[in-house]
């Protein structure tokens, strides 16, 4: 089990990952100024182990994963799903998964082969972005980490635009 906070005094989005004890286990530093809204995800050292960004020349939101520097995925938003948010997490190979949640209840699960092998809860109880994310076992965390940050950077970039929507119309 891992909770995902959003640090609370940060520019950019910052955030805490911590253990199911409460450690702090890597710290993710958004971007502030980056146009390809990107996240680099550091151990407790400050080294960076992994990446998260978004492809600016793509059809639909893609972001891609980075592990230890190599490509681990690309994880792109489905085109229509009306009432259900759908992801494809594309990982090298055959075995790709799939994230697909409620838009209202901010529930999420992730699914490989139709098996389901991580679960994500967006929390709306604290002022701060909070995810609880459970990982199966042999899955692995980082990849599952940056897939839900990915999430987090699409569903942003999504209500950043229903704003400026609302601010023309006025």
């Known amino acids: 089990m891992y909770v995902i906070r959003e640090r609370f005094f940060a520019i950019g989005d910052d955030f805490d990952v ?11 530093d958004g971007k502030v ?16 182990v992994a990446s ?29 799903t009306p009432f259900r948010e ?5 990982v090298p190979g055959p075995d790709d998964l799939t994230m697909k949640g409620d838009l209202l209840d ?3 699960e ?23 994310v459970q990982v199966a076992a042999g899955v692995d965390p980082l990849l599952i980490i940056g897939s839900v940050l990915a999430l987090d950077l699409a569903l942003d970039r999504e209500k950043d635009k229903d704003e400026k929507k609302e601010k023309e119309q006025d």
């Open 110 to 132: 992730i699914e490989l082969g139709g098996q389901e092998v991580a679960a994500v809860s967006k929390r709306w109880l604290t002022i701060r972005d909070t995810y609880a």
């Open 106 to 108: 901010h529930e999420y």
């Open 52 to 80: 998260v960004h978004r492809q600016i020349v793509a059809l639909r939101p893609t972001y891609e994963i980075r592990i230890g520097g190599e490509k681990a995925a690309e994880v792109r938003k489905k085109l229509f």
């Open 86 to 90: 759908k992801f494809t997490i594309d």
């Open 33 to 48: 100024f980056s146009v390809r809204g990107k996240v680099v995800i550091e151990d407790p050292s400050g080294a960076e």
């Open 18 to 28: 911590l253990d199911e004890h409460g450690d702090k286990v890597y710290r993710v």
